[in-house]
Protein backbone atom coordinates (compact mmCIF):
# COMPACT_ATOMS: atom_id res chain seq x y z
CA UNK A 1 0.00 0.00 0.00
CA UNK A 2 3.06 2.12 0.94
CA UNK A 3 4.96 1.60 -2.48
CA UNK A 4 1.45 2.70 -4.37
CA UNK A 5 1.10 6.09 -2.22
CA UNK A 6 4.21 6.66 -3.12
CA UNK A 7 3.85 6.09 -6.80
CA UNK A 8 1.20 7.89 -7.15
CA UNK A 9 3.22 10.66 -5.06
CA UNK A 10 5.80 10.51 -7.87
CA UNK A 11 3.87 10.55 -10.70
CA UNK A 12 2.30 13.77 -9.35
CA UNK A 13 5.57 15.57 -9.69
CA UNK A 14 5.92 13.88 -13.28
CA UNK A 15 2.98 15.60 -14.52
CA UNK A 16 2.37 19.08 -12.87
CA UNK A 17 2.94 20.39 -16.33
CA UNK A 18 -0.42 18.40 -17.97
CA UNK A 19 -1.99 20.05 -14.68
CA UNK A 20 -0.49 23.57 -15.69
CA UNK A 21 -1.99 22.95 -19.18
CA UNK A 22 -5.28 22.00 -18.05
CA UNK A 23 -8.96 24.15 -17.13
CA UNK A 24 -9.02 25.40 -13.63
CA UNK A 25 -9.64 22.20 -11.75
CA UNK A 26 -13.68 21.16 -9.99
CA UNK A 27 -11.89 20.52 -6.78
CA UNK A 28 -14.17 17.71 -5.36
CA UNK A 29 -14.49 19.75 -2.15
CA UNK A 30 -15.70 22.87 -3.28
CA UNK A 31 -18.59 25.38 -2.24
CA UNK A 32 -21.61 22.34 -1.53
CA UNK A 33 -23.72 24.99 -1.66
CA UNK A 34 -23.71 24.83 -5.57
CA UNK A 35 -25.48 21.69 -5.30
CA UNK A 36 -29.25 21.34 -5.87
CA UNK A 37 -30.20 18.49 -4.38
CA UNK A 38 -28.95 19.63 -1.07
CA UNK A 39 -31.70 22.41 -1.31
CA UNK A 40 -34.43 20.35 -2.71
CA UNK A 41 -34.66 17.16 -1.21
CA UNK A 42 -35.49 16.38 2.61
CA UNK A 43 -37.85 18.41 5.06
CA UNK A 44 -34.95 19.95 6.88
CA UNK A 45 -31.34 20.76 6.11
CA UNK A 46 -28.51 21.77 7.98
CA UNK A 47 -24.55 22.17 8.43
CA UNK A 48 -23.90 20.02 11.13
CA UNK A 49 -20.40 18.52 13.04
CA UNK A 50 -20.16 15.14 13.23
CA UNK A 51 -19.19 14.43 17.46
CA UNK A 52 -17.78 11.13 16.94
CA UNK A 53 -17.40 7.80 15.09
CA UNK A 54 -18.16 5.25 17.54
CA UNK A 55 -16.18 1.73 17.41
CA UNK A 56 -17.27 -0.70 15.25
CA UNK A 57 -20.98 2.12 13.81
CA UNK A 58 -18.90 1.87 10.82
CA UNK A 59 -17.84 -1.18 8.44
CA UNK A 60 -17.61 -3.24 5.61
CA UNK A 61 -20.00 -4.86 5.19
CA UNK A 62 -19.88 -6.89 2.06
CA UNK A 63 -23.20 -9.39 1.97
CA UNK A 64 -26.11 -6.95 3.46
CA UNK A 65 -27.09 -3.44 3.53
CA UNK A 66 -27.00 -1.06 6.97
CA UNK A 67 -27.38 2.14 8.26
CA UNK A 68 -25.56 3.59 11.00
CA UNK A 69 -26.85 6.14 13.70
CA UNK A 70 -24.12 9.13 13.95
CA UNK A 71 -24.00 11.80 16.42
CA UNK A 72 -23.75 15.51 15.09
CA UNK A 73 -23.94 19.07 16.23
CA UNK A 74 -25.36 21.35 14.38
CA UNK A 75 -24.10 24.40 13.14
CA UNK A 76 -25.96 26.42 10.97
CA UNK A 77 -30.07 25.29 9.95
CA UNK A 78 -30.53 26.14 6.63
CA UNK A 79 -34.30 24.76 6.24
CA UNK A 80 -36.69 23.23 8.80
CA UNK A 81 -37.29 24.15 12.34
CA UNK A 82 -33.91 22.88 14.13
CA UNK A 83 -31.89 25.33 15.94
CA UNK A 84 -28.05 25.90 16.01
CA UNK A 85 -26.29 23.91 19.18
CA UNK A 86 -28.71 21.14 19.00
CA UNK A 87 -27.06 17.62 19.02
CA UNK A 88 -29.36 15.57 16.55
CA UNK A 89 -28.77 11.86 15.68
CA UNK A 90 -28.88 10.75 11.69
CA UNK A 91 -29.04 7.29 9.83
CA UNK A 92 -26.17 7.14 6.89
CA UNK A 93 -27.01 4.59 4.68
CA UNK A 94 -24.11 2.18 3.84
CA UNK A 95 -21.64 4.58 5.45
CA UNK A 96 -18.65 2.89 4.41
CA UNK A 97 -19.17 3.64 0.99
CA UNK A 98 -18.67 7.07 -0.81
CA UNK A 99 -22.10 8.98 -0.37
CA UNK A 100 -21.77 9.12 -4.46
CA UNK A 101 -22.22 5.77 -4.14
CA UNK A 102 -24.31 4.45 -1.48
CA UNK A 103 -27.24 4.65 -3.82
CA UNK A 104 -28.86 1.05 -4.63
CA UNK A 105 -31.94 -0.97 -5.43
CA UNK A 106 -33.42 -0.74 -1.55
CA UNK A 107 -32.19 3.08 -1.19
CA UNK A 108 -32.58 4.85 -4.42
CA UNK A 109 -32.64 8.08 -3.28
CA UNK A 110 -29.08 8.43 -1.51
CA UNK A 111 -26.29 10.97 -2.26
CA UNK A 112 -23.65 13.74 -2.17
CA UNK A 113 -20.15 14.54 -2.21
CA UNK A 114 -18.68 13.04 0.74
CA UNK A 115 -15.99 10.00 0.71
CA UNK A 116 -15.66 9.29 4.32
CA UNK A 117 -17.39 9.93 7.67
CA UNK A 118 -14.82 11.47 9.80
CA UNK A 119 -15.08 12.21 13.52
CA UNK A 120 -15.09 16.33 13.54
CA UNK A 121 -15.56 17.14 10.12
CA UNK A 122 -18.74 19.60 9.10
CA UNK A 123 -21.18 17.87 6.75
CA UNK A 124 -24.24 19.85 4.44
CA UNK A 125 -26.94 17.91 5.03
CA UNK A 126 -30.10 17.21 3.39
CA UNK A 127 -32.43 15.68 5.97
CA UNK A 128 -35.92 13.52 6.68
CA UNK A 129 -37.93 12.83 9.31
CA UNK A 130 -38.30 10.20 11.08
CA UNK A 131 -35.73 7.41 9.44
CA UNK A 132 -38.62 4.68 10.24
CA UNK A 133 -40.64 6.53 7.62
CA UNK A 134 -38.45 6.44 4.98
CA UNK A 135 -35.76 3.45 5.50
CA UNK A 136 -36.40 0.18 6.73
CA UNK A 137 -33.62 -2.47 6.82
CA UNK A 138 -31.01 -3.04 9.15
CA UNK A 139 -29.67 -0.22 11.70
CA UNK A 140 -26.91 -0.20 13.84
CA UNK A 141 -27.36 1.70 16.89
CA UNK A 142 -24.32 2.84 19.08
CA UNK A 143 -26.97 5.30 20.80
CA UNK A 144 -29.45 2.94 21.45
CA UNK A 145 -31.60 3.53 24.25
CA UNK A 146 -29.41 6.97 25.24
CA UNK A 147 -31.64 9.26 23.21
CA UNK A 148 -34.94 10.06 22.94
CA UNK A 149 -36.48 12.39 19.82
CA UNK A 150 -36.05 11.78 16.45
CA UNK A 151 -33.91 10.02 14.31
CA UNK A 152 -33.45 11.95 10.78
CA UNK A 153 -32.36 10.40 7.58
CA UNK A 154 -29.78 11.02 5.86
CA UNK A 155 -31.00 12.03 1.64
CA UNK A 156 -27.79 13.77 0.77
CA UNK A 157 -24.80 14.40 2.25
CA UNK A 158 -21.94 16.97 1.19
CA UNK A 159 -18.67 17.51 2.81
CA UNK A 160 -18.69 21.22 4.47
CA UNK A 161 -15.29 21.26 5.77
CA UNK B 1 26.27 -7.52 -20.58
CA UNK B 2 24.60 -3.74 -19.55
CA UNK B 3 22.20 -3.28 -22.27
CA UNK B 4 19.68 -6.14 -21.46
CA UNK B 5 19.69 -5.25 -17.56
CA UNK B 6 19.28 -1.67 -18.31
CA UNK B 7 16.62 -2.44 -20.66
CA UNK B 8 14.80 -4.37 -18.00
CA UNK B 9 15.45 -2.07 -15.49
CA UNK B 10 13.75 0.64 -17.74
CA UNK B 11 10.71 -1.51 -18.59
CA UNK B 12 10.55 -2.04 -14.53
CA UNK B 13 10.09 1.20 -13.80
CA UNK B 14 8.35 2.52 -16.91
CA UNK B 15 5.94 -0.15 -15.62
CA UNK B 16 5.48 1.44 -11.86
CA UNK B 17 5.52 4.64 -13.53
CA UNK B 18 2.67 4.14 -16.24
CA UNK B 19 0.65 3.76 -12.91
CA UNK B 20 0.29 6.92 -11.13
CA UNK B 21 0.84 8.46 -14.52
CA UNK B 22 -2.37 7.27 -16.35
CA UNK B 23 -4.00 8.33 -12.97
CA UNK B 24 -3.15 11.64 -12.91
CA UNK B 25 -3.03 12.18 -16.73
CA UNK B 26 -6.94 11.01 -16.44
CA UNK B 27 -7.80 13.20 -13.25
CA UNK B 28 -6.30 15.73 -15.23
CA UNK B 29 -8.62 15.29 -17.88
CA UNK B 30 -11.89 15.40 -16.03
CA UNK B 31 -10.43 18.18 -14.64
CA UNK B 32 -9.70 17.46 -11.44
CA UNK B 33 -7.04 17.57 -8.87
CA UNK B 34 -4.61 14.50 -8.27
CA UNK B 35 -5.83 12.10 -5.95
CA UNK B 36 -2.62 11.99 -4.74
CA UNK B 37 -2.91 15.52 -2.88
CA UNK B 38 -5.54 14.41 -0.41
CA UNK B 39 -2.53 13.12 1.31
CA UNK B 40 -1.92 17.08 2.39
CA UNK B 41 -5.73 17.54 2.99
CA UNK B 42 -6.22 15.77 6.57
CA UNK B 43 -3.49 15.31 9.63
CA UNK B 44 -1.11 12.57 9.13
CA UNK B 45 -3.03 10.28 11.30
CA UNK B 46 -2.89 6.58 11.14
CA UNK B 47 -6.99 6.69 10.25
CA UNK B 48 -6.38 9.16 7.83
CA UNK B 49 -3.60 7.90 6.03
CA UNK B 50 -5.07 4.43 5.70
CA UNK B 51 -8.05 6.36 4.26
CA UNK B 52 -5.91 7.98 1.49
CA UNK B 53 -4.65 4.46 0.50
CA UNK B 54 -8.19 3.25 0.08
CA UNK B 55 -8.99 6.47 -1.74
CA UNK B 56 -6.03 5.64 -4.44
CA UNK B 57 -7.25 2.14 -4.42
CA UNK B 58 -10.77 2.68 -5.18
CA UNK B 59 -10.02 5.34 -7.46
CA UNK B 60 -6.71 3.94 -9.64
CA UNK B 61 -8.01 3.33 -13.57
CA UNK B 62 -5.37 0.37 -13.64
CA UNK B 63 -6.99 -1.44 -10.57
CA UNK B 64 -10.59 -0.61 -11.70
CA UNK B 65 -9.65 -1.61 -15.16
CA UNK B 66 -7.47 -4.24 -14.29
CA UNK B 67 -9.02 -6.22 -11.33
CA UNK B 68 -12.18 -7.79 -12.79
CA UNK B 69 -10.06 -9.53 -15.20
CA UNK B 70 -7.07 -10.55 -12.44
CA UNK B 71 -10.28 -12.22 -10.42
CA UNK B 72 -11.61 -13.96 -13.20
CA UNK B 73 -8.48 -15.11 -13.74
CA UNK B 74 -8.31 -16.63 -10.08
CA UNK B 75 -11.72 -17.57 -10.16
CA UNK B 76 -11.65 -19.81 -13.38
CA UNK B 77 -7.92 -21.00 -13.48
CA UNK B 78 -7.49 -21.42 -9.65
CA UNK B 79 -10.85 -21.89 -8.15
CA UNK B 80 -9.66 -18.71 -5.74
CA UNK B 81 -13.02 -16.12 -4.88
CA UNK B 82 -11.28 -14.41 -2.87
CA UNK B 83 -11.25 -13.88 0.88
CA UNK B 84 -15.46 -13.63 1.38
CA UNK B 85 -16.18 -16.82 -0.87
CA UNK B 86 -15.06 -20.65 -1.11
CA UNK B 87 -15.50 -22.47 -4.13
CA UNK B 88 -16.83 -25.97 -3.79
CA UNK B 89 -18.15 -28.54 -6.47
CA UNK B 90 -20.24 -28.71 -8.82
CA UNK B 91 -20.84 -24.78 -8.90
CA UNK B 92 -21.41 -24.81 -5.30
CA UNK B 93 -20.24 -21.69 -3.63
CA UNK B 94 -19.80 -21.16 0.20
CA UNK B 95 -19.48 -17.89 2.37
CA UNK B 96 -16.17 -18.10 3.89
CA UNK B 97 -16.91 -16.12 7.26
CA UNK B 98 -19.59 -18.57 7.77
CA UNK B 99 -16.59 -21.56 7.10
CA UNK B 100 -14.33 -19.86 9.33
CA UNK B 101 -16.64 -19.01 12.54
CA UNK B 102 -17.19 -22.73 12.68
CA UNK B 103 -13.85 -23.71 11.81
CA UNK B 104 -11.08 -21.48 13.74
CA UNK B 105 -10.89 -20.22 17.51
CA UNK B 106 -12.97 -16.96 18.23
CA UNK B 107 -11.22 -13.55 17.36
CA UNK B 108 -11.46 -11.04 19.69
CA UNK B 109 -14.47 -9.41 20.20
CA UNK B 110 -16.68 -11.96 18.51
CA UNK B 111 -19.99 -13.10 20.42
CA UNK B 112 -19.79 -16.53 22.67
CA UNK B 113 -22.62 -19.00 22.85
CA UNK B 114 -23.21 -17.83 26.10
CA UNK B 115 -23.76 -14.66 25.16
CA UNK B 116 -26.29 -15.75 22.49
CA UNK B 117 -28.00 -18.06 25.56
CA UNK B 118 -28.23 -15.64 27.83
CA UNK B 119 -30.24 -12.96 25.20
CA UNK B 120 -32.06 -16.08 24.60
CA UNK B 121 -33.31 -16.29 27.87
CA UNK B 122 -33.63 -12.96 28.85
CA UNK B 123 -35.73 -12.12 25.16
CA UNK B 124 -37.39 -15.99 26.47
CA UNK B 125 -38.31 -14.16 30.09
CA UNK B 126 -39.55 -10.89 29.08
CA UNK B 127 -41.61 -12.20 26.74
CA UNK B 128 -43.29 -14.75 28.90
CA UNK B 129 -44.17 -12.03 31.02
CA UNK B 130 -46.74 -10.64 28.79
CA UNK B 131 -47.81 -13.86 27.85
CA UNK B 132 -46.25 -14.12 24.83
CA UNK B 133 -44.28 -17.58 23.64
CA UNK B 134 -40.81 -17.58 22.47
CA UNK B 135 -39.70 -20.34 19.63
CA UNK B 136 -36.04 -20.46 18.46
CA UNK B 137 -34.81 -21.37 15.19
CA UNK B 138 -31.37 -21.47 14.38
CA UNK B 139 -31.34 -21.43 10.25
CA UNK B 140 -28.19 -24.05 9.43
CA UNK B 141 -24.97 -22.39 7.85
CA UNK B 142 -24.84 -23.98 3.86
CA UNK B 143 -21.57 -25.84 5.09
CA UNK B 144 -23.09 -27.36 7.85
CA UNK B 145 -25.91 -29.41 5.47
CA UNK B 146 -24.07 -29.48 2.55
CA UNK B 147 -20.42 -30.40 3.42
CA UNK B 148 -19.78 -32.78 0.89
CA UNK B 149 -20.37 -29.98 -1.50
CA UNK B 150 -17.10 -28.39 -0.01
CA UNK B 151 -14.73 -31.17 0.92
CA UNK B 152 -14.77 -34.76 0.61
CA UNK B 153 -16.86 -36.83 2.72
CA UNK B 154 -20.06 -39.14 2.84
CA UNK B 155 -22.49 -37.32 0.58
CA UNK B 156 -25.06 -37.70 3.87
CA UNK B 157 -22.53 -36.16 6.37
CA UNK B 158 -24.13 -33.33 8.69
CA UNK B 159 -22.23 -31.16 10.57
CA UNK B 160 -23.45 -29.93 14.12
CA UNK B 161 -20.07 -27.80 15.25
CA UNK B 162 -19.21 -27.28 19.03
CA UNK B 163 -20.89 -24.15 19.11
CA UNK B 164 -24.20 -24.98 17.59
CA UNK B 165 -24.39 -28.02 19.72
CA UNK B 166 -23.80 -26.86 22.92
CA UNK B 167 -26.71 -23.83 21.76
CA UNK B 168 -29.11 -26.14 21.28
CA UNK B 169 -28.04 -28.15 24.47
CA UNK B 170 -28.36 -25.08 26.61
CA UNK B 171 -31.47 -24.07 24.95
CA UNK B 172 -32.64 -27.47 26.13
CA UNK B 173 -31.41 -27.09 29.68
CA UNK B 174 -33.10 -23.95 30.07
CA UNK B 175 -36.39 -24.64 28.69
CA UNK B 176 -36.54 -22.57 25.48
CA UNK B 177 -38.45 -24.09 22.74
CA UNK B 178 -36.66 -24.52 19.84
CA UNK B 179 -36.80 -25.80 16.14
CA UNK B 180 -34.07 -27.81 14.88
CA UNK B 181 -33.32 -27.15 11.42
CA UNK B 182 -30.09 -29.58 11.38
CA UNK B 183 -32.36 -32.63 12.28
CA UNK B 184 -35.13 -31.83 9.65
CA UNK B 185 -32.68 -31.09 7.16
CA UNK B 186 -30.84 -34.14 7.92
CA UNK B 187 -33.79 -36.20 7.57
CA UNK B 188 -34.94 -34.62 4.22
CA UNK B 189 -31.34 -34.64 2.75
CA UNK B 190 -31.73 -38.90 3.42
CA UNK B 191 -35.26 -38.86 1.62
CA UNK B 192 -35.57 -36.57 -0.96
CA UNK B 193 -33.32 -35.24 -3.88
CA UNK B 194 -34.47 -31.43 -3.76
CA UNK B 195 -31.91 -29.15 -2.58
CA UNK B 196 -32.39 -27.28 1.04
CA UNK B 197 -29.59 -24.59 -0.25
CA UNK B 198 -29.32 -22.73 -3.25
CA UNK B 199 -25.44 -23.73 -5.12
CA UNK B 200 -24.72 -19.87 -5.52
CA UNK B 201 -26.41 -18.23 -2.75
CA UNK B 202 -25.73 -18.40 1.06
CA UNK B 203 -29.31 -19.14 1.80
CA UNK B 204 -31.84 -21.86 1.79
CA UNK B 205 -33.80 -23.06 -1.17
CA UNK B 206 -37.95 -22.62 -1.99
CA UNK B 207 -37.59 -26.38 -0.70
CA UNK B 208 -35.84 -25.83 2.55
CA UNK B 209 -37.87 -22.83 3.06
CA UNK B 210 -41.11 -25.33 2.99
CA UNK B 211 -39.60 -27.97 5.62
CA UNK B 212 -38.86 -24.69 7.95
CA UNK B 213 -42.00 -23.19 7.89
CA UNK B 214 -43.65 -26.89 8.03
CA UNK B 215 -41.57 -27.58 11.18
CA UNK B 216 -42.44 -24.06 12.86
CA UNK B 217 -46.22 -24.15 11.83
CA UNK B 218 -46.00 -27.57 13.94
CA UNK B 219 -44.38 -26.34 16.45
CA UNK B 220 -46.90 -23.55 17.16
CA UNK B 221 -49.68 -26.61 16.92
CA UNK B 222 -52.87 -26.36 17.84
CA UNK B 223 -52.79 -22.97 19.28
CA UNK B 224 -53.10 -21.26 15.97
CA UNK B 225 -56.35 -22.38 14.32
CA UNK B 226 -56.04 -22.47 10.44
CA UNK B 227 -58.17 -21.83 7.41
CA UNK B 228 -57.97 -21.59 3.78
CA UNK B 229 -56.88 -18.68 3.24
CA UNK B 230 -54.37 -19.26 1.06
CA UNK B 231 -53.60 -20.82 -2.27
CA UNK B 232 -50.29 -21.06 -3.73
CA UNK B 233 -48.74 -20.74 -7.60
CA UNK B 234 -45.13 -21.60 -9.17
CA UNK B 235 -43.29 -18.81 -10.05
CA UNK B 236 -39.80 -19.37 -11.71
CA UNK B 237 -36.94 -17.12 -11.81
CA UNK B 238 -33.67 -17.38 -13.04
CA UNK B 239 -30.46 -15.70 -11.01
CA UNK B 240 -27.32 -15.30 -9.53
CA UNK B 241 -26.56 -15.47 -5.99
CA UNK B 242 -25.97 -13.74 -3.28
CA UNK B 243 -22.51 -15.36 -2.84
CA UNK B 244 -21.78 -14.38 -7.24
CA UNK B 245 -23.01 -10.79 -6.36
CA UNK B 246 -20.46 -10.68 -3.55
CA UNK B 247 -17.73 -11.28 -6.15
CA UNK B 248 -18.20 -7.46 -7.60
CA UNK B 249 -16.95 -9.31 -11.04
CA UNK B 250 -18.70 -8.54 -13.91
CA UNK B 251 -16.84 -10.66 -15.97
CA UNK B 252 -17.56 -13.86 -13.63
CA UNK B 253 -20.58 -12.50 -13.38
CA UNK B 254 -21.32 -13.00 -17.07
CA UNK B 255 -19.36 -16.24 -17.45
CA UNK B 256 -21.15 -17.66 -14.37
CA UNK B 257 -24.88 -18.87 -15.25
CA UNK B 258 -27.87 -17.86 -13.23
CA UNK B 259 -29.49 -20.68 -10.78
CA UNK B 260 -32.82 -21.73 -12.20
CA UNK B 261 -34.99 -21.28 -9.17
CA UNK B 262 -38.71 -22.93 -8.84
CA UNK B 263 -40.79 -21.28 -5.99
CA UNK B 264 -44.10 -21.13 -4.37
CA UNK B 265 -45.94 -17.93 -3.99
CA UNK B 266 -48.86 -17.84 -1.78
CA UNK B 267 -51.67 -16.12 -2.48
CA UNK B 268 -55.03 -14.64 -1.06
CA UNK B 269 -57.38 -16.72 -2.61
CA UNK B 270 -60.51 -14.50 -1.27
CA UNK B 271 -58.23 -11.53 -3.30
CA UNK B 272 -55.93 -13.12 -5.37
CA UNK B 273 -53.15 -10.68 -4.08
CA UNK B 274 -49.77 -11.93 -2.72
CA UNK B 275 -49.68 -12.42 0.69
CA UNK B 276 -49.15 -9.73 2.92
CA UNK B 277 -48.10 -9.22 6.88
CA UNK B 278 -50.72 -8.33 9.42
CA UNK B 279 -48.93 -5.88 12.29
CA UNK B 280 -51.60 -6.94 14.25
CA UNK B 281 -51.58 -10.70 14.07
CA UNK B 282 -50.66 -12.91 17.11
CA UNK B 283 -47.62 -14.32 15.32
CA UNK B 284 -44.60 -11.87 15.09
CA UNK B 285 -41.89 -13.51 13.18
CA UNK B 286 -38.04 -11.78 14.23
CA UNK B 287 -35.05 -13.10 11.58
CA UNK B 288 -32.45 -12.23 9.01
CA UNK B 289 -32.22 -12.75 5.17
CA UNK B 290 -33.33 -15.92 5.48
CA UNK B 291 -36.62 -14.03 5.87
CA UNK B 292 -36.08 -11.76 3.06
CA UNK B 293 -35.32 -14.06 0.42
CA UNK B 294 -38.24 -14.82 -1.90
CA UNK B 295 -40.41 -13.02 0.20
CA UNK B 296 -38.87 -9.21 0.05
CA UNK B 297 -36.88 -10.33 -3.00
CA UNK B 298 -38.29 -11.36 -6.20
CA UNK B 299 -40.77 -13.29 -6.84
CA UNK B 300 -42.19 -11.66 -3.62
CA UNK B 301 -44.42 -13.38 -1.09
CA UNK B 302 -42.62 -16.84 -1.35
CA UNK B 303 -40.38 -16.76 1.94
CA UNK B 304 -40.81 -18.34 5.16
CA UNK B 305 -43.06 -15.65 6.30
CA UNK B 306 -45.73 -16.44 3.98
CA UNK B 307 -45.46 -19.92 3.67
CA UNK B 308 -45.58 -19.78 7.49
CA UNK B 309 -48.48 -17.99 6.98
CA UNK B 310 -50.09 -20.40 4.36
CA UNK B 311 -49.51 -23.07 7.35
CA UNK B 312 -50.70 -20.98 9.93
CA UNK B 313 -53.94 -20.03 7.82
CA UNK B 314 -53.59 -16.16 9.04
CA UNK B 315 -50.99 -13.70 7.97
CA UNK B 316 -47.95 -13.38 10.56
CA UNK B 317 -46.12 -9.99 11.47
CA UNK B 318 -42.55 -9.88 10.77
CA UNK B 319 -39.46 -7.67 11.46
CA UNK B 320 -37.02 -8.74 8.55
CA UNK B 321 -33.16 -7.54 9.37
CA UNK B 322 -30.41 -8.48 7.31
CA UNK B 323 -27.56 -10.45 9.02
CA UNK B 324 -29.15 -8.85 12.56
CA UNK B 325 -31.12 -11.24 13.72
CA UNK B 326 -28.85 -11.58 16.73
CA UNK B 327 -29.43 -8.17 18.35
CA UNK B 328 -30.77 -5.27 15.89
CA UNK B 329 -34.02 -7.54 15.33
CA UNK B 330 -34.81 -6.78 18.89
CA UNK B 331 -33.38 -3.83 18.39
CA UNK B 332 -36.42 -2.52 16.08
CA UNK B 333 -38.73 -4.44 18.09
CA UNK B 334 -38.19 -2.18 20.80
CA UNK B 335 -38.83 1.03 18.80
CA UNK B 336 -42.27 -0.71 17.17
CA UNK B 337 -43.89 -1.80 20.20
CA UNK B 338 -47.49 -1.88 18.78
CA UNK B 339 -45.91 -5.30 17.03
CA UNK B 340 -46.36 -7.01 20.38
CA UNK B 341 -49.68 -5.85 20.94
CA UNK B 342 -51.59 -9.09 20.15
CA UNK B 343 -48.89 -11.14 19.76
CA UNK B 344 -48.79 -15.03 21.66
CA UNK B 345 -45.79 -16.42 19.71
CA UNK B 346 -42.23 -14.82 18.95
CA UNK B 347 -40.81 -16.57 15.98
CA UNK B 348 -37.45 -15.49 16.18
CA UNK B 349 -35.01 -17.34 13.24
CA UNK B 350 -30.71 -16.59 13.09
CA UNK B 351 -28.23 -18.20 11.25
CA UNK B 352 -26.28 -20.05 12.74
CA UNK B 353 -23.17 -18.40 12.31
CA UNK B 354 -24.51 -15.36 14.55
CA UNK B 355 -23.48 -17.63 17.33
CA UNK B 356 -19.88 -15.77 16.49
CA UNK B 357 -20.64 -13.24 13.99
CA UNK B 358 -24.01 -11.52 14.85
CA UNK B 359 -24.01 -8.03 13.99
CA UNK B 360 -23.85 -5.99 17.54
CA UNK B 361 -23.30 -9.19 19.23
CA UNK B 362 -26.03 -10.56 22.04
CA UNK B 363 -27.22 -7.76 23.41
CA UNK B 364 -30.28 -7.42 26.15
CA UNK B 365 -32.85 -6.00 24.67
CA UNK B 366 -36.04 -4.87 27.04
CA UNK B 367 -39.02 -4.74 25.70
CA UNK B 368 -40.50 -1.62 24.45
CA UNK B 369 -42.94 -0.03 26.90
CA UNK B 370 -46.49 -2.13 26.78
CA UNK B 371 -48.45 1.07 26.89
Known amino acids: MKSVAGIHLLGFCLAVFVLSSCNKPSYRFTNTDKDAKIKTLGTVEVTARLVEIPDGAIFQRDLYDYAAILKYEVVAVHRGTLEKGTTIYVGHYDPWKPRSKAADQRVKLMGGTLREFRSGSLHHMALETSMDDHYLGGIVDKYFGKHTGPTYWAVWTNAAD | ?371
Open chain 2, 1 to 371: MKTPSHFLITIFLALLLSVPLIQTATEASHGKWPGALEVFQYWPNPANLHAFERHLQDDSLTIQTLRPWIQATQYFALRDAGQQVLIGKNGWLFYQPGISAATQRPHRGESTTADALAAAIHFRDALATRGIRLIIMPAPNKESIYPDQLVSCEPQQHILDEQMRAFLDGCAKANLETVDLFSVYREARRNSPDLLYLKQDSHWSPFGVELAAQAVALRIGASVPTTGLYGHRIVSLTRHGDLVHILRSPVIEAQLAPESITTTQIYRTDTGGSYTDDTGSDVLVLGDSFLRIFEQDEPGSAGFIAHLAQRLGHPVASIVNDGGASTLVRQELSRHPQLLAKTKVVVWEFVERDLRLGTEGWQMIPLPSSH
